[in-house]
């Protein structure tokens, strides 16, 4: 397993913009697949969107789709979520989530992921 660490989360008005950033500890990273996840309170954590191990294919919820771009760097071992055009319906926790998968897989599900980080809190105002 990888050791996952999300940054950026923070307080934002609506229409605001922020970027997440999950760092990796793993050597192997280019072999992960990431994904990013929220959970908001007395809601069940969700799928938000993810990124194959090439960064050549990626997958979105609907909710989101137009809005964040999910992208990852391997070499800074580093995922990261552009969030824009935030609502306050985007207030949640965070997730970035880890697996190794096959050069082009992007996996969706929460199941099929067997790092987490320990998330990060972003809070949308209106």
């Known amino acids: 397993q990888v050791q996952l660490v999300e940054s950026g989360g923070g307080l934002v008005q609506a229409g605001g913009s922020l970027r997440l950033s999950c760092a990796a500890s793993?050597?192997?990273?280019?072999?992960?697949?990431m994904g990013w996840f929220r959970q908001a309170p007395g809601k069940e954590r969700e799928f938000v969107a993810a990124?194959?191990?090439?960064?050549?294919?990626?997958a979105y919820a609907d909710s989101v789709k137009g809005r964040f771009t999910i992208s990852r760097d391997n070499a800074k071992n580093t995922a990261y979520l552009q969030m824009t055009s935030l609502k306050p319906e985007d207030t949640a926790v965070y997730y970035c989530?880890?697996?190794?998968?096959?050069?082009?897989?992007?996996?969706?599900?929460?199941?099929?992921?067997?790092?987490w980080g320990q998330g990060t809190q972003v809070t949308v105002s209106s």
């Open positions: 989530a880890g697996d190794p998968a096959s050069y082009y897989y992007v996996p969706t599900a929460l199941n099929q992921y067997g790092s």
């Open positions: 793993a050597r192997t990273f280019s072999s992960y697949a």
């Open positions: 990124i194959s191990p090439s960064g050549g294919n990626t």
